[in-house]
């Protein structure tokens, strides 16, 4: 069993450029999140899915746009990138979205944008 | 939406020592509060969590308490140990709103000296 993972591992990627993130998880969970870290700021929530077919906006979301067609994969893309989402992205899965199930941690994908 | 404060931001201890790091949080609908260990690359890990019907749990050295009326939660990490040096973070539910995930405070680096 993988878990939840994430790819790629690490980027860099042209401002103006289109990048998808890649997300998948085989636990079955039904709720998935993109967090993205920046040093001094923890983590911020971009947005989320409660299940497959819905997604809703986070702390975060301007520039980033998600999609859920199916239970395991969890894309974040980003139209348009700019330096300022120079970050590292973790992807999250739970087994339900009620808020208090444990949420576990994909390994993360450093993204910079020059 | 919910806002969580966490500190110190740096805590330095001897080894052997307890460690206190302290939360507080705005939105009195949070109902779950977890608590991730997050090592230097790696990605966040759950370490203890707690639920708002509850005042306090521990796992081994480690214990979180919760004061609903005062809107705070603390981790204590007794008997510290060199592998307990991470950053931790705390954070809390958010429900409603349109953003079903978590906040995070902005985290605690905690040193421990030999």
């Known amino acids: 069993i993988a878990g939840i993972t994430q790819a790629p591992t690490s980027q860099i990627l042209a401002a103006g450029r289109r990048m998808t993130l890649r997300c998948t998880q085989d636990m079955r969970h039904n709720a998935m999140y993109w967090y993205r870290q920046d040093l001094g700021l923890g983590l911020r929530l971009i947005h989320y899915?409660?299940?497959?077919?819905?997604?809703g906006k986070g702390e975060v979301p301007d520039g980033y746009s998600v999609s859920r067609a199916n239970t395991d994969d969890f894309p974040l893309t980003l139209a348009s990138a700019v330096p300022s989402q120079t970050s590292v992205y973790f992807c999250?899965?739970?087994?339900?979205?009620?808020?208090?199930?444990?949420?576990?941690f994909g390994p993360g994908t450093r993204l910079t944008v020059l | 939406g919910e806002n969580v404060e966490q500190h110190p931001s740096t805590l330095s201890v001897q080894e052997g020592d307890s460690a206190v790091i302290k939360c507080t949080y705005s939105d009195s609908a949070s109902n779950y509060f977890p608590w991730y260990k997050q090592e230097l690359g790696k990605r966040p890990q759950l370490i203890i969590d707690?639920?708002?019907?509850?005042g306090e749990k521990k796992d081994q050295r480690i214990a979180v308490t919760l004061n609903k009326t005062a809107k705070h939660f603390s981790l204590h990490i007794t008997e510290t140990q060199p592998e307990d040096s991470a950053v931790y973070f705390c954070a809390a539910s958010i429900r409603g709103g349109g953003a079903d995930g978590l906040t995070f405070g902005k985290g605690t680096h905690l040193i421990i000296q030999p």
């Open positions: 899915s409660n299940t497959a077919g819905t997604t």
């Open positions: 999250a899965s739970s087994l339900s979205g009620s808020g208090s199930d444990t949420q576990y």
């Open positions: 707690i639920r708002s019907n509850v």
